[in-house]
C-alpha cells in the first residue's frame, strides 16, 4: 500500500508565496515520477507541475517562472514553490506519484488528499 500526504496550503495575498509538500509512504521500491494538480469547482483537475525521478520537469504554461518543483528522493517526498501567487492560483492542489512497488515492482498510481491554496485579491 501507499499513501500520499500533503500538507503546506493556505490563505495568502497576492503576491505571496507558498511551498507544498507531499510525502510517499508505504511499499515503495522507486518513484517514477511525482506532481502536482489543481482543481477548482466544476472544473477539471489540470497538470501544474511534474518531475521523474531523473529530474525533468515540465510546467503549466500559467506558473512557469513563478512556480518551482523539487524532490527530495531520499525522503520520497514533492516540493511545489509557489511564488508571485495570483488569485487566479486559488484552488485545491492534489499530489499525484507513479510507483513501483515493494515487493515484486508492481506499478502504483493515485492521489494525495488535495490541499486548499487560497489567494487573496
Known amino acids: 500500500q501507499v499513501k500520499l500526504v500533503e500538507s503546506g496550503g493556505g490563505l495568502v495575498q497576492a503576491g505571496g508565496s507558498l511551498t507544498l509538500s507531499c510525502a510517499a509512504s508505504g511499499s515503495i521500491f522507486s518513484i517514477y515520477a511525482m506532481g502536482w494538480y489543481r482543481q477548482t469547482p466544476g472544473k477539471d483537475r489540470d497538470l501544474v507541475a511534474d518531475?521523474?525521478?531523473?529530474?525533468?520537469?515540465n510546467y503549466a504554461d500559467s506558473v512557469k517562472g513563478r512556480f518551482t518543483i523539487s524532490t527530495d528522493n531520499a525522503k520520497n517526498t514533492v516540493y511545489l514553490q509557489m511564488n508571485s501567487l495570483k488569485p487566479e492560483d486559488t484552488a485545491v492542489y492534489y499530489c499525484?506519484?507513479?510507483?513501483?512497488?515493494?515487493?515484486?515492482?508492481?506499478?502504483?498510481w493515485g492521489w494525495g488528499q488535495g490541499t486548499q491554496v487560497t489567494v487573496s485579491s
Open positions: 499525484n506519484a507513479e510507483i513501483n512497488t515493494a515487493p515484486n515492482g508492481a506499478t502504483w
Open positions: 518531475i521523474t525521478h531523473g529530474g525533468n520537469t
